[in-house]
Each structure stands twice: as structure tokens, then as C-alpha cells.
């Protein structure tokens, strides 16, 4: 499977890669929706990951990009983020999310949430 994160925090695009990785995934990653946006489209991931919160472009605004564009109808996305009361969840869903994984996320169990999302 092939993943794209963005996320503004190094250390939390680090955990997650590393955990990916491990499952056998392959993974990019950028820490700017902005600057992710050409690189997203020329990997074509099977899934982005991608914070809610971040400067510049936030999640939502990414979202919404990515969706304009045909090419990537096929990819899911997923939010990764500490906001996790219903009104974010529905404006993510509103945005054409898939899933909402909640931070901090649980090691154990993150990969198969993932892989899960993806098999839908």
C-alpha cells in the first residue's frame, strides 16, 4: 500500500512512517499541505493521512483540493488529529474524508485501522 502523511510535526510523521514501514507500506511525507499537493499527485497513495490542524493549508483546505482533482478520486483520505468532538469529524467528513484516526495515536492498533480504511 502506498501512504502519503502530511503533518506539520516532524515527530508525529516520524511514528507513523515508522510504523508503516514496518507493516511493509510504502511511504512519503510532507510537513506543508501546500507543498504536498504536486508530490500527492504524482505518488498517487492508495491513502494520504493528514493532520487537521496545520499553518497555510490546513486539512480541510487540502482535502478539498485533492478532491478537485480526478485523478486522485480513487485515493482515501484520513484525518490524524487531537480534534476529535464530532464537529471536526463532520466537516472532515464534509470535506471527503474516509476516516478520522484520533492523535495521540495507539501503536498497536494503527496500522490495521489503516489498512482497514483502505480495504473499504
Not at 478532491?67 to 471527503?96: P, Q, Y
Amino acid at each position: 500500500m502506498k501512504v502519503y502523511i502530511v503533518d506539520d510535526d516532524p515527530d508525529m510523521i516520524e511514528i507513523m512512517t515508522l510504523l508503516l514501514d514496518a507493516a511493509g507500506h510504502r511511504v512519503s511525507s510532507s510537513v506543508a499541505g501546500a507543498t504536498a499537493i504536486p508530490e500527492i499527485v504524482d505518488f498517487k497513495p492508495d491513502i494520504l493521512l493528514t493532520d487537521l490542524v496545520m499553518a497555510e493549508l490546513d486539512g480541510l483546505e487540502l482535502c478539498h483540493e485533492l478532491r478537485e482533482n480526478k485523478g486522485l478520486l480513487a485515493m482515501n483520505i484520513v484525518f490524524v488529529s487531537a480534534k476529535t468532538d464530532e464537529f471536526w469529524r463532520e466537516r472532515a467528513s464534509d470535506a471527503g474524508a474516509l476516516g478520522y484516526i484520533p492523535k495521540p495515536i495507539d501503536s498497536d492498533t494503527f496500522v490495521e485501522t489503516v489498512e482497514a480504511l483502505v480495504a473499504q
